[in-house]
């Protein structure tokens, strides 16, 4: 079956650390997105790719990476530049065409130790 | 910054009975918009796209949209408890590949 697949379902992240985060589609999707959610609120856009090698800022990129090397993969990094990092992530696909919707991931949901 | 705006709610509503979901967008230039059902602890899932004004069927649910006024509503017909869930309005910024996602209403159908 076709779809998105973000790992690892909970991630915990140290002081200091790096963590990258995995979304994978076999979609065959152009556009891919990150976005961050915090309990009770909406979608805040991180990064998001429209074609291979090349990405952009969304609202809230700060103490955040990503690369996009392969059309079905764009890993995020979150840097420990990223003070409160703990949230819900979702990463997310959409077909070129700027009509089509977006489909999600099942989410990659990060806590502090 | 372009918004989208729901209100949070909670929405209450017994079962059987129709729920209506409000949003609102600021760019007049949008032309694609979107419902998404998001359960507590998962991910959006889509529910229906809406593009040109007027009403949208599909199963238990209509969506409306009114360029003119700039709004789009979500009606679930005979609201079950199973539907109990965030509703979230999204609207595709005119020109661009993102996404603007309202905070999302909270429905709650009361057995």
């Known amino acids: 079956d076709g779809g998105i697949t973000q790992s690892p379902k909970y991630l915990f992240r140290k002081e200091g650390q790096n963590v990258t985060l995995s979304c994978e589609q076999n979609l065959n999707h152009d556009a891919m997105y990150w976005y961050r959610q915090d309990p009770g609120q909406g979608l805040r856009l991180i990064y998001y790719s429209q074609i291979v090698n090349d990405f952009q800022k969304g609202d809230i990129a700060e103490g955040y990476s990503v690369s996009r090397e392969k059309k079905e993969s764009f890993p995020l990094t979150v840097t420990s530049a990223q003070k409160n990092p703990t949230a819900f992530y979702l990463c997310?696909?959409?077909?070129?065409?700027?009509?089509?919707?977006?489909?999600f991931g099942d989410g990659t949901r990060l806590s502090i130790l | 910054q372009k918004e989208v705006e729901q209100n949070s709610g909670p929405l209450s509503v017994p079962e059987g009975a129709i729920a209506s979901l409000n949003c609102t967008y600021s760019d007049r230039g949008s032309q694609s918009f979107f419902w998404y059902r998001q359960y507590s602890g998962k991910s959006p899932e889509l529910i229906m796209s809406?593009?040109?004004?007027g009403d949208k069927e599909d199963g238990r649910f209509t969506a409306q949209l009114n360029k003119a006024s700039q709004y789009v509503s979500l009606l679930i017909r005979d609201s079950q408890p199973s539907d109990s869930a965030t509703y979230l309005c999204?609207?595709?910024?005119?020109?661009?590949?993102?996404?603007?996602f309202g905070t999302g209403t909270r429905l709650k159908v009361l057995a």
């Open positions: 997310a696909s959409s077909k070129e065409n700027s009509n089509q919707p977006q489909h």
């Open positions: 809406i593009y040109s004004n």
């Open positions: 999204a609207v595709m910024a005119p020109g661009t590949y993102k996404y603007i």
